[in-house]
């Protein structure tokens, strides 16, 4: 069973980083893909970037990229979101998300589990 523990979610000022880690317990593929995922209070999951820990492709948002990025440790089994220069507007709950394969994507529906989540709220 694929377990997803978040950390290194909190409270920042406007300009601050966080990096966020998820850690994959119980995976026993060697292809498979990790996103992160963001909800705004009443939204829907937006993705924000994914990896995949085959080959390293990886992938950003348009709205984030040049400020977060996404990396991993593979003896880990843990993926990072580093997030820089971060702003009022990326106050969200911020999931990892796990997915068989070769690949990963930004789209909340093709994953198949997820983590319990990790506040990050930036101040003015």
């Known amino acids: 069973q694929v377990q997803l523990v978040e950390s290194g979610g909190g409270s920042v000022p406007s300009g601050a980083s966080l990096r966020l880690a998820c850690e994959a317990s119980?995976?026993?593929?060697?292809?498979?893909?990790i996103g992160w995922f963001r909800q705004f209070p009443g939204k829907s999951r937006l993705g924000v970037a994914c990896?995949?820990?085959?080959?390293?492709?990886?992938f950003i948002y348009d709205s984030v990229r040049g400020r977060f990025t996404v990396s991993k440790d593979n003896a880990k089994k843990t993926v990072y979101l580093q997030m820089d220069n971060l702003r009022p507007e990326d106050t969200a709950v911020y999931y990892c998300?796990?997915?068989?394969?070769?690949?990963?994507?930004?789209?909340?529906?093709?994953?198949?589990?997820w983590g319990q989540g990790t506040q990050v709220t930036v101040s003015a």
């Open positions: 990896i995949n820990n085959f080959d390293g492709s990886s």
């Open positions: 119980g995976v026993t593929w060697d292809g498979y893909g």
């Open positions: 998300a796990w997915v068989i394969g070769n690949s990963c994507n930004l789209w909340a529906g093709g994953y198949t589990h």
